[in-house]
């Protein structure tokens, strides 16, 4: 396979992905008290958001490329 057409793969499933999960969720592990021997720590959620217009572009991108690609590979065969 043709780079041109590894990138569109990766940018096809990418943009898929974001517009399905439209956000990165994470945990952090926070401490709350720490006196001595005893500890305790508390646990946060963190989301960072995918906008779906990323996920859109990402999908265009990917289609663009897989085209550009397949095209070159057709012309040089």
Same mark, same amino acid.
């Given at each position: 396979m043709k780079t041109a057409t590894l990138a569109g $793969?990766?940018? /096809?499933? $990418?943009?898929? /992905?974001s517009l399905a999960y439209q956000g990165i969720?994470?945990?952090t592990h926070k401490k709350v008290v720490d006196i001595g021997p005893i500890q305790a720590t508390k646990e946060e959620k963190q989301t960072i958001p995918l906008p779906p217009l990323l996920g859109g572009i990402a999908l265009v991108?990917?289609?663009v490329l897989l085209m550009a690609g397949?095209?070159?590979?057709?012309l040089s065969s």
């Open positions: $793969l990766a940018l /096809l499933v $990418l943009g898929v /992905l969720t994470y945990t991108g990917g289609v397949t095209k070159r590979n057709a």
